[in-house]
C-alpha cells in the first residue's frame, strides 16, 4: 500500500467553517429578503387612502408565489443546477448573487413607486394586478431566481468542503443561519415599517443593503474555493509522484471525485431520474416545504383572526419557527452526523408538521400562549427534516451531478413554493376562519408521512446508507 501524503485546504478545519460561514452568511440576507413582506400584508392591504397599497389577498397571494414563477415556468432553476455542474461553483454563485440583488431592487422599486392606480392587465385571461404589485412580482420572481440557484451552489460548497467531516452539522448551521434571516424578516419587518410611518419600502430597503453586503461576502469565498481547487490539484500531483515509482497504482478517492466534478455528461442525468430514493426525497422536500413556507406568508394574519393577538406583535409568534431553527438544526445534524437514523428524523418532522396543521384547523384553545407552543412544535419539525434531508442527497447522488440532482429538488419544490400561495391567497379570501387553509396544509403533512415511511423501506432495499452516520471513523 502506498502511503497518502496529500494535504487539501478543507482539511483544515479552520479554513472550512470559514468558508461554511461566508456562504451561509449569504443565504442569510437573501432569506431575509425572501420574508421580509410576509408580515406586511396587513399594510400592502390597506386602501391606498389609508396608507397601504390597495393590495387584495388574491393580489398578496400572486406575488408571495411569483418567487417561484420564472424557477417553474421556465425551467431556470433546473437550467441552473446544470450550469453548475457545468461551470464550477464560482461562476455560477457569482450569478445567482447578482440576479438577488438585481431582483430585489425591482422589487424596492415596485412597492415604492406611486403608479397612479395604473394596474397591469391581460384581458384575455381576465387577470389584474395593481401595478405595484405586477412590478414587485417581477423583481420577487427574479430575486427568486438567483436566491434557489445560490441555494444549490451553497449546498454543493458545502458537499465539497465537508465530505467525510461533520457534513450534516455544516449544513444544519447553514439552515440555521438562514432561519435566523427569516426570523429578522418576520419579527423584524412590520415594526420597521411602522416606524417609518407605514412604509412598506423601510425593510425592504434594509433588506437590499444587507443583500448587497452578502454578495461581497460571496466574492471573498470564490477566493478560498479557488485557492482549495490549487491544493486539490498540489495534492494530486504529491500523491502520483508517491504513485510513480510504485508497481501497483493507488486509489484516490477525493481526486476522483475532483476530476468527476468538472467531468459532467447530460447523460449523467439518467442516474438522477431513475433512482427512487432521490425521488422519495425530492417529494417530500415539495410537501414538507409546501406546508411550512407558504404557511409562514399567511399565518400573521392567522394570529390575529384566531389567537387574539395583537396586529404589532403578531409576526413575533411565527418568527419562533425559524428563530428555534438556529439551535435545533445544527444539534440534530450533530446528531445525523454521528448515530446517523437521516430517515427515522424525517419521519418524525413529517409526523410533527401533520399534527400541527391540524391543530390550527380545529382552532381549539384560541390563545396566544396556545398558539406559541404549537408554533415551537412545528419549528422543531422544521428543524429535524431539513437536518437530515439536505445531508442525505450525497449519499444517493455521486459528486459530479450533485448541482443537477439539487437543483432538481429546488424546482419542484419550487412548484408549491409557488403555487400554493396563490391557493391559500384565494382560499382565505372565501374562509377568513383559516380552517380550509389549514387542512391543506395538514394534508400536505399527511403525504409527507407517507413518503417518509416510503424513503426507510427504499433505504433499506437499496442501501442508501441514511440511517448510517456520517463521519467515517
Known amino acids: 500500500m502506498v502511503e497518502k501524503v496529500r494535504t487539501i485546504l478543507s482539511d483544515s478545519k479552520g479554513a472550512r467553517w470559514a468558508a461554511l460561514i461566508i456562504v451561509a452568511f449569504t443565504m442569510m440576507m437573501g432569506y431575509f429578503i425572501t420574508d421580509v413582506m410576509s408580515p406586511l400584508e396587513v399594510l400592502l392591504t390597506k386602501s391606498v387612502a389609508q396608507g397601504g397599497l390597495g393590495w387584495t389577498s388574491d393580489d398578496y397571494g400572486f406575488f408571495s408565489g411569483s418567487y417561484g414563477y420564472i424557477n417553474v415556468f421556465l425551467l431556470m432553476l433546473f437550467f441552473g443546477g446544470i450550469i453548475l455542474d457545468k461551470m464550477g461553483i464560482r461562476f455560477t454563485g457569482t450569478l445567482a448573487c447578482g440576479l438577488m440583488v438585481i431582483g430585489v431592487c425591482i422589487k424596492f422599486f415596485g412597492v415604492t413607486h406611486d403608479f397612479e392606480g395604473a394596474r397591469f392587465t391581460i384581458d384575455a385571461l381576465n387577470f389584474s394586478l395593481p401595478m405595484s404589485a405586477a412590478v414587485a412580482s417581477l423583481g420577487f420572481s427574479i430575486f427568486g431566481t438567483g436566491c434557489e440557484i445560490c441555494g444549490i451552489t451553497v449546498s454543493k460548497i458545502i458537499t465539497k468542503w465537508f465530505t467525510g467531516h461533520e457534513l450534516a452539522l455544516a449544513m444544519g448551521i447553514q439552515v440555521a443561519l438562514a432561519r435566523m434571516g427569516t426570523a429578522g424578516a418576520l419579527m423584524g419587518s412590520l415594526p420597521i415599517a411602522k416606524a417609518f410611518g407605514g412604509k412598506v419600502g423601510a425593510p425592504v430597503l434594509l433588506g437590499t443593503v444587507l443583500l448587497i453586503i452578502g454578495f461581497l461576502a460571496f466574492l471573498v469565498y470564490t477566493v478560498m474555493d479557488k485557492k482549495l481547487d490549487k491544493s486539490v490539484e498540489e495534492a494530486e500531483v504529491a500523491d502520483e509522484a508517491i504513485a510513480a515509482g510504485k508497481a501497483e497504482e493507488t486509489e484516490i478517492k477525493d481526486t476522483e471525485e475532483a476530476e468527476?466534478?468538472?467531468?459532467?455528461?447530460?447523460?449523467?442525468?439518467?442516474?438522477?431520474?431513475?433512482?427512487?430514493?432521490?425521488?422519495?426525497?425530492?417529494?417530500?422536500?415539495?410537501?414538507?416545504?409546501?406546508?411550512?413556507?407558504?404557511?409562514?406568508k399567511f399565518a400573521t394574519k392567522l394570529m390575529i383572526a384566531n389567537y387574539n393577538v395583537p396586529e404589532d406583535l403578531a409576526g413575533i409568534i411565527p418568527g419562533l419557527i425559524p428563530f428555534g431553527t438556529i439551535l435545533l438544526t445544527p444539534l440534530f445534524g450533530s446528531l445525523y452526523d454521528r448515530i446517523g437514523k437521516g430517515a427515522t428524523l424525517m419521519l418524525i418532522g413529517s409526523i410533527m408538521l401533520t399534527a400541527v396543521h391540524f391543530i390550527f384547523a380545529i382552532h381549539i384553545l384560541p390563545y396566544w400562549w396556545f398558539a406559541v407552543i404549537v408554533m415551537i412544535t412545528l419549528g422543531i419539525a422544521f428543524s429535524l427534516v431539513p437536518s437530515a434531508m439536505w445531508p442525505s442527497v450525497p449519499k444517493i447522488i455521486p459528486m459530479k451531478t450533485l448541482g443537477s440532482a439539487y437543483s432538481i429538488i429546488f424546482y419542484i419544490q419550487n412548484i408549491g413554493l409557488s403555487l400554493v400561495p396563490v391557493l391559500i391567497g384565494k382560499v382565505n379570501g372565501y374562509d377568513p376562519t383559516y380552517t380550509t387553509?389549514?387542512?391543506?396544509?395538514?394534508?400536505?403533512?399527511?403525504a409527507a408521512v407517507v413518503l417518509s415511511l416510503l424513503l426507510l423501506a427504499v433505504d433499506k432495499k437499496k442501501h442508501y446508507g441514511l440511517q448510517e452516520a456520517n463521519i467515517k471513523k
Open 437 to 446: 387553509s389549514m387542512s391543506i396544509f395538514c394534508g400536505f403533512g399527511v
Open 260 to 296: 468527476e466534478d468538472e467531468d459532467f455528461h447530460f447523460s449523467d442525468l439518467k442516474y438522477i431520474f431513475t433512482n427512487p430514493g432521490f425521488w422519495c426525497i425530492c417529494l417530500l422536500c415539495l410537501l414538507f416545504y409546501s406546508g411550512v413556507f407558504p404557511f409562514l
